[in-house]
């Protein structure tokens, strides 16, 4: 892999894997929102950024000024459960329209290029209580998790029919320095603000798998070289469960404080109980071990003292 695209390039994943690319002596051309300037490109391993919807136009324009494009790695699209029921239409253009719109520009314009699809863990939905096979049932909770299948079965579908190469990441919950939302970053600011009580919605028995952004940047990128007409699906995960309850606690002790956690007992719209990942088949070149959840959060807890108040 010469050149590689990444759409929403500028996001928290996208920025982790420019970077991972750029290491390895990969062209990264950048498509998303957001305005950068040359220097901001070059400091972010992004050797050409475009302004913009994913669009057949767009991507067009960039795989012309790089003489073709040999992978697009399409992370742009809806981020999360909360914005997509509170927007579902917009989430379905971001992820469901904007899918197409790259696949027939592949089918069209440039059909060498490969296509790596980052789905996410909310595709499972609900009822499974330990770690989950690539072969499990997909019954999503939320729009966000329905229009990530929803595109999923895009990439599948041009695959058998029009020959191309496409392969599907499905990321459980990716953290790191650089994430601005969620859990995370809301426990964090809260901390940080001298937050005596912590009061969250959930019951805290919600397990989750968290994934480093550094490793998830590995698995997209190794899922690259994994891409052909039968479009394989990997679970991006490490297939250790952490609880709600155990990450926030780990949060409060990482940062020093003696604030007490306290849980509303109410499940939240849209969110399943359990979601952690069965690893099963994984790219040949991925990397054999992950960074530990504990170690990760103390490395994000130094970030956000650091820099989490400044502007990304």
């Given amino acids: 892999m010469k050149t590689a695209l990444i759409t929403g390039a500028r996001g928290f994943i996208g920025r982790h894997l420019a970077a991972h690319l750029g290491r390895q002596g990969v062209e990264v051309l950048g498509l998303g929102h957001g305005s950068w300037t040359d220097d901001e490109c070059e400091a972010s391993w992004v050797a050409r950024w475009l302004n913009g919807d994913v669009t057949r136009q767009n991507l067009s324009l960039l795989a012309h000024g790089a003489g073709g494009v040999d992978c697009v790695i399409h992370l742009a699209g809806g981020s999360s459960v909360g914005p997509s029921i509170a927007a579902p239409e917009e989430d379905f253009r971001r992820t469901v329209v904007s899918t197409l719109e790259l696949l027939e520009w592949v089918r069209t314009s440039s059909a060498s290029t490969v296509v790596v699809f980052a789905s996410s863990a909310a595709v499972y939905g609900t009822g499974h209580a330990g770690p989950i096979p690539i072969a499990a049932s997909t019954r999503p909770t939320s729009p966000y998790g329905a229009h990530k299948r929803m ?19 499905r990321l459980f919950s990716v953290y790191g320095p650089g994430l601005r939302k969620q859990l995370l970053w809301d426990v964090c600011g809260r901390l940080s603000r001298g937050c005596e009580v912590l009061e969250m919605g959930g019951t805290g028995r ?20 994994e891409a052909s007409v039968d479009c394989p699906t990997f679970n991006g995960g490490t297939g250790h469960p952490a609880t709600v309850r155990q990450v926030v606690e780990e949060l409060v002790r990482a940062w020093g404080s003696r604030a007490s956690v306290a849980f509303s007992g109410v499940a939240r719209a849209g969110d399943p109980e359990s979601l952690v990942a069965e690893l099963g088949r994984m790219p040949t070149t991925a990397p054999p071990s992950y960074r530990a959840w504990r170690e990760g959060l103390c490395e994000y807890v130094s970030w956000f003292r650091r820099e989490g108040k400044t502007v990304p």
């Fill in 151 to 169: 595109a999923e079965e895009l990439c599948a579908s041009h695959c058998r029919t029009f020959g191309l190469k496409a392969s599907v990441a």
């Fill in 206 to 225: 919600e397990q989750r798998d968290f994934l480093h952004v550094s490793d998830a940047a590995r698995l997209l990128a190794a899922a690259a070289h």
